[in-house]
T-cell receptor
Framework: SQTIHQWPATLVQPVGSPLSLECTVE??????LYWYRQAAGRGLQLLFY??????ISSEVPQNLSASRPQDRQFILSSKKLLLSDSGFYLC???????????????FGAGSRLTVL | AQSVSQHNHHVILSEAASLELGCNYS??????LFWYVQYPGQHLQLLLK??????LVKGIKGFEAEFIKSKFSFNLRKPSVQWSDTAEYFC???????????FGTGTRLKVLA
């Protein structure tokens, strides 16, 4: 089965500092990968998704960027954090079609970012 | 563009009460539909899914959902809730063959023992 690992689990950063959140996938190859932000009362907001190495689609214009340097690695970054970047970030993966469990998202445990 | 509405933001029930959480989506074509649950301190996990076929789908822990195409709805039900069902529930939609999964704002369910 597919497992999504995220780290760090919690992070406290000052405004203006850089950010790097990492997501790795175990148990499948060539997955589709996603970054969501979860905010109270606002549900899960899709930030980025990737269908392969180096392929990133951005859903919401913002201070964040994403990269996929390896098949099973997905990174969420910022050069200079804003207070509004605080939140709970979730990585998710989807298996390729035709594989058991395809078309279903599997989530990691999340990374809680606090910007001070 | 796809969107998902969950009208109940907070629900409080006593144990053994019946549950129905509303979910409506906005999309004119074929859809895959999902309910995810997030228990306190745990990560999101799949509760049930609908791809095609029987519009009444059964998931884990006694939950079920009914897809009513004419109403663009996929409501979640459970005949008798337990204290352990206290969690946040999210409805999601995906158009087959596409990459985006759009989630609703979630419903926080609290079950009183």
């Amino acid at each position: 089965s597919q497992t999504i690992h995220q780290w760090p689990a919690t992070l406290v950063q000052p405004v203006g500092s850089p950010l790097s959140l990492e997501c790795t996938v175990e148990g499948t190859s060539n997955p589709n990968l996603y970054w969501y932000r979860q905010a109270a009362g606002r549900g899960l907001q899709l930030l980025f998704y990737s269908v392969g190495i180096g392929q990133i689609s951005s859903e919401v214009p913002q201070n964040l960027s994403a990269s996929r340097p390896q098949d099973r690695q997905f990174i969420l970054s910022s050069k200079k954090l804003l207070l509004s970047d605080s939140g709970f970030y979730l990585c998710a993966g989807r298996r390729q079609s035709g594989i058991s469990g395809a078309n279903v998202l599997t989530f990691g445990a999340g990374s809680r970012l606090t910007v001070l | 563009a796809q969107s998902v509405s969950q009208h109940n933001h907070h629900v409080i029930l006593s144990e053994a009460a019946s549950l129905e959480l509303g979910c409506n989506y906005s999309y004119g074509g074929t859809v895959n539909l999902f309910w995810y649950v997030q228990y306190p301190g745990q990560h999101l996990q799949l509760l049930l899914k609908y791809f095609s076929g029987d519009p009444l789908v059964k998931g884990i822990k006694g939950f079920e959902a009914e897809f009513i195409k004419s109403k663009f709805s996929f409501n979640l039900r459970k005949p008798s809730v337990q204290w352990s069902d206290t969690a946040e529930y999210f409805c999601a939609v995906n158009a087959p063959g596409t990459y985006k999964y759009i989630f609703g704002t979630g419903t926080r369910l609290k079950v009183l023992a």
